[in-house]
């Protein structure tokens, strides 16, 4: 411990750093920072061995903190030597969060670094997240405004994952290694890889894969649309010396070919017709140019649906620049044009109006939040006063209605398509009449007058041309209704199948399969990040008797209700799995064995007090063993299970830590 809280100011403490690529087209993205410390008395040392007692000193904030000013440290020593587009991860733990100070840490290193802010992401790990959500969000909330990027790192694996897509502002998830180890043979991994990206990208986030060991899994997380991929395939953890040679790395150039391919540095080719995914936006800002980073945040914001709409309405008022000096060179030199700019002048306002709405979140209060109708009709309006006052080549400003309901096409529903078609062709013929008043002096209501035939020829072309386009928008919604009902079809089909093959059907705890799979996920994750766990093996005190006095429903009665007290008593990251028989075993992430002993403890007292039925207190006996590093986890099962038989010959109705 002592040697531990002077190696940060020693500097024995040293960061490596992994890479990470975009899937897309092999470009380096940044990297995951990992802790070492190299000891003068006990030589290198792993995380897995020092995380948990500077954990139990607590010293991690202090470590953290340390880890972040030397991350900006490194970034601007890159940033000076000329390196561009990359973001250094930094994993935060669980006490960083509880405590204070954390956001005031990370601003102090930004500003003394000078590092902008969007170079450095936060990785939360579910147990970082998991207490005192209030404070949590309160912090990530700060580091959000110092500009940061938030990542969740291990999506997937536990209970809570889909709360935390609710609960905090996140950027970005990260595939947890155990679904992609199973790739691409294993169905269900591949089904779940599949489902965490549609969702990351329905969420408008970035979707990262870690763990990727072989050019299959690479050439899969491409195919279904993966943004970032991170793994010992592409490249190991090192030291900044070596790190720094991976900027020299350039992705191979696109092969000119249809479909096109997309070749990555590790030799993975991916063919796809069209390349260019939802996502590939997200990828593109986080591995943009700070400056460039600034300015899209200033005009588009930073809420990824919002800087959604917000670019849909800058196309449309791209449109509208360009249209002014079109109408200018089209209208009658002799016509003078106070009208135009009185055109001009209401659609810049409309246009202003529409940006302040959208860019301010004020019009989210609406079912439209992208406010597509209202400007669909406002460019109705537009283009009917351009047609108006645009003289003898006024027919080349119906052009834009086709933009303008492209735009519906993907968001409105067919009826209101309909009303809106209705509504351009009833306008139109509104305009021309108008145009062709007798009391305007302009013309006559005669079809000899060519002008007049002229505009009838355009009003008949926009009834063909409007519904037609509309009809074509209105499939567009039918296949886009069908395809989500689909996509959540599958999704809760998927939810099922997982459910009945990780569940044990009478107490609707985990099964032993999948405590299995859990197991070997911590194992896997204890010796990357050091985090400590814990097992414990319980089994039900003379469960033989209830049986015999009350028969197997009786029995089951009393599983169940074991069960029950169980969910109520642990904490949500905690996995209770029914072993055998009367028989469950707990697994505790991040909990020392001490802790765990008083999980158990406390869960024991619950059962004891509950009401059963059965004539008797219903009690356990448990041993609780927290995992070694470098043991396999089965000998960490079976200690506990030995902890557990020791219980039972101690008289039961007891907990015994190992």
């Known amino acids: 411990g002592g040697l531990l809280r002077a190696a940060a100011r020693a500097g024995e403490l040293a960061l490596h750093y992994q890479p990470q690529f975009a899937a897309a087209d092999g470009r380096l993205t940044g990297f995951e920072t990992l802790l070492r410390w190299h000891s003068p008395l006990l030589g290198d040392v792993m995380p897995a061995r020092f995380i948990p007692i500077a954990e139990a000193l607590g010293l991690m904030s ?12 490194q970034a601007r020593e890159w940033l000076d030597a000329g390196q561009r587009d990359f973001t250094i991860a930094v994993n935060v733990s669980p006490q960083q969060l509880r405590r204070p100070g954390l956001a005031r840490a990370v601003a102090d290193a930004l500003q003394a670094f000078r590092v902008p802010g969007q170079m450095i992401e936060i990785e939360l790990t579910e147990s970082s997240a998991m207490e005192n959500l209030i404070r949590v969000q309160d912090e990530l909330a700060k580091l959000k405004a110092l500009g940061l990027t938030l990542s969740l790192d291990d999506f997937g694996t536990g209970y809570s ?3 935390y897509l609710k609960h905090f ?13 199973g790739l691409p043979e294993g169905e269900l991994d591949a089904s779940i890889a599949r489902t965490i990206v549609s969702v990351g990208h329905d969420l408008g986030l970035l979707v990262a894969a870690e763990g990727v060991e072989t050019a299959a899994q690479a050439e899969f997380l491409h195919a279904i649309g993966c943004d970032e991929l991170q793994g010992f395939l592409l490249g190991r953890p090192g030291p900044a ?25 590790l030799g993975v080719t991916d063919t796809r017709s069209d390349p260019a995914m939802p996502a590939a936006q997200t990828v593109a800002r986080v591995g943009s140019p700070w400056w460039e980073q600034r300015i899209g945040d200033a005009v588009l914001g930073t809420d990824p649906r919002r800087r959604i709409r917000v670019a849909q309405w800058l196309i449309s008022a791209l449109v509208y620049l360009g249209s002014f000096p079109v109408l200018w060179f089209g209208m009658p030199q002799d016509s003078g044009y106070g009208n135009l700019l009185a055109w001009g002048m209401f659609v810049a306002v409309g246009q202003i109006a529409f940006y302040a709405a959208l860019r301010g979140g004020w019009s989210e209060r609406f079912a439209d939040p992208a406010l597509t109708a209202a400007q669909i009709v406002f460019g109705i309006v537009a283009v009917d006063w351009g047609y108006l006052i645009c003289g ?3 027919g080349f400003a119906l052009f834009p209605l086709l933009l303008i309901f492209t735009f519906g096409a993907f968001s409105l529903s067919w009826r209101r398509m309909m009303w809106l078609t209705a ?18 002096g302009i013309g006559s209501w005669s079809l000899a007058d060519g002008d007049l035939r002229m505009d009838l020829t355009n009003v008949l072309m ?5 519904p037609a386009l509309s ?16 996509r959540e079809a599958l999704t809760g089909a998927l939810a099922e199948v997982q459910r009945l093959a990780t569940r044990d059907e009478l107490t609707g705890l985990a099964n032993r399969r999948h405590m299995q799979e859990r197991l070997d996920e911590e194992q896997h994750r204890s010796a990357r990040n050091g985090h400590p766990f814990s097992v414990a093996v319980i089994d039900l005190d003379h469960f033989k008797r209830i049986n015999d006095a009350h028969g197997h429903a009786g029995g089951d009665a009393v599983l169940r209700g074991f069960a029950a007290d169980a969910g109520l008593s642990l904490r949500t990251c905690d996995l209770m799995a029914r072993w055998g028989g009367e028989e469950f075993l707990l697994l505790l992430p991040d909990t020392g064995g001490s802790q765990a002993q008083a999980s158990l403890l406390r869960l024991l007292a619950r059962v004891r007090s509950g009401p059963r039925g059965i004539g008797l207190p219903l009690t356990f006996s448990a041993g609780v063993t927290e995992h070694r590093q470098g043991e396999l986890v089965s000998e960490t099962v079976a200690r506990a299970d030995r902890q557990m038989y020791e219980a039972k010959r101690a008289g039961r109705n007891t907990v015994l830590l190992q």
């Open 462 to 466: 926009c009834m063909i041309l409007l």
């Open 392 to 394: 003898p080549v006024r």
């Open 161 to 163: 994952s889909l709360a």
């Open 241 to 265: 010396a070596t790190a720094v040679s991976y900027f020299d790395v350039r992705p191979a150039a696109r092969v000119a070919a249809t479909p096109v391919q997309v070749m990555l540095p």
């Open 169 to 181: 502002a996140l950027d970005k998830l990260k595939i947890d290694q155990s679904f992609v180890r």
């Open 62 to 73: 202090e470590i953290g903190n340390w880890v972040v000013r030397e991350a900006c440290r």
């Open 423 to 440: 509504f351009a062709l009833a306008s139109l013929l509104v305009t021309v009449a108008t145009l062709h008043d007798a009391w305007l």
């Open 471 to 486: 009809l074509v928008a209105t499939r567009l919604s039918i296949l886009r209704s069908k395809l989500r009902a689909q």
